[in-house]
C-alpha cells in the first residue's frame, strides 16, 4: 500500500518567492495533519484538518502560511512570501480519523519536504 | 500547556548494550496517550511504541519497552541488545485528547559497532 506521499522531497528557493508543499493522504485516512520539523523548535503541528475540515490551525506561524484540503486526497500548504527562516523539513501525516478522548488514531508520516529558502 | 522534555541530546552505547532513553512530560490530564517514535537519517518518522495512560503495564513491542510512571509523569525508553540500525533520532510525544501531537526535542542515539 502507499503511505502518504508528499512532493516535491527537496525545494530551494529564493526569499520572497511563493512555495507550494503538497501532500496525498493515505486513502481512507480522514484526517491531516502538518508538522514543521527545525533543529531550534523541533517538531511542530501546524494544521489539521478532519474531513477536509480545518479543525485547529493555532499552530501556524504567520499569515504568510495558508493550508487547504479541497478534497480527500489532497492538501496544500503554501508559503508567501517565502523567507529564510522558513527553512525546515515539513511532514505531512494522516490518520483514520480523529479519536479524541479515550481512544487513538496511529498518525503516518509522509517522508517530508525539506525546504531551503535562500 | 502540555510539554515534553527529553534531557539527553546525545547518547552512545555499544552494540548488543541496552540503553534508557529519559522522557518526562507535563499535563493536567488524566487520559492521553505517550508514545516513542523513530527517525532514522531518511528522515522517515517512525512509530517504535505507544503507551495509553490509563493502563498501568507497560508496553512492550520485541527489544524495545517502557517504564510508565505516571505518577511522576515520566516515560522512558528501553531497548535491548541494541543493533546498529536502531541508530536514530528517538522523539517523545504526548497525544491529547484533541489527537494533537506535542514532541520534544529528541534525542541523538548512536550505536556504536
Known amino acids: 500500500d502507499a503511505g502518504v506521499i508528499q512532493s516535491p522531497r527537496h525545494e530551494v528557493t529564493e526569499m520572497g518567492q511563493e512555495v507550494t508543499l503538497r501532500c496525498k493522504p493515505i486513502s481512507g485516512h480522514n484526517s491531516l495533519f502538518w508538522y514543521r520539523q527545525t533543529m531550534m523548535r523541533g517538531l511542530e503541528l501546524l494544521i489539521y484538518?478532519?474531513?477536509?475540515?480545518?479543525?485547529?490551525d493555532s499552530g501556524m506561524p504567520e499569515d504568510r502560511f495558508s493550508a487547504k484540503m479541497p478534497n480527500a486526497s489532497f492538501s496544500t500548504l503554501k508559503i508567501q512570501p517565502s523567507e529564510p527562516r522558513d527553512s525546515a523539513v515539513y511532514f505531512c501525516?494522516?490518520?483514520?480519523?480523529?479519536?479524541?478522548?479515550?481512544?487513538?488514531?496511529?498518525?503516518?508520516f509522509g517522508p517530508g519536504t525539506r525546504l531551503t529558502v535562500l | 500547556a502540555q510539554t515534553v522534555t527529553q534531557s539527553q541530546p546525545e547518547m552512545s552505547v555499544q552494540e548488543a548494550e541496552t540503553v534508557t532513553l529519559s522522557c518526562t512530560y507535563d499535563t493536567s490530564e488524566s487520559n492521553y496517550y505517550l508514545f516513542w517514535y523513530k527517525q532514522p537519517p531518511s528522515r522517515q518518522m517512525i512509530l517504535v511504541i505507544r503507551q495509553e495512560a490509563y493502563k498501568q503495564q507497560n508496553a512492550t513491542e520485541n527489544r524495545f519497552s517502557v517504564n510508565f510512571q505516571k505518577a511522576a509523569k515520566s516515560f522512558s525508553l528501553k531497548i535491548s541488545d541494541s543493533q546498529l540500525g536502531d541508530t536514530a533520532m528517538y522523539f517523545c510525544?504526548?497525544?491529547?485528547?484533541?489527537?494533537?501531537?506535542?514532541f520534544g526535542k529528541g534525542t541523538r542515539l548512536h550505536i556504536l559497532p
Open positions: 501525516a494522516s490518520s483514520v480519523g480523529l479519536a479524541g478522548g479515550y481512544s487513538y488514531n496511529e498518525q503516518f
Open positions: 484538518f478532519n474531513n477536509n475540515v480545518p479543525i485547529d
Open positions: 510525544a504526548y497525544e491529547d485528547r484533541d489527537d494533537k501531537i506535542i
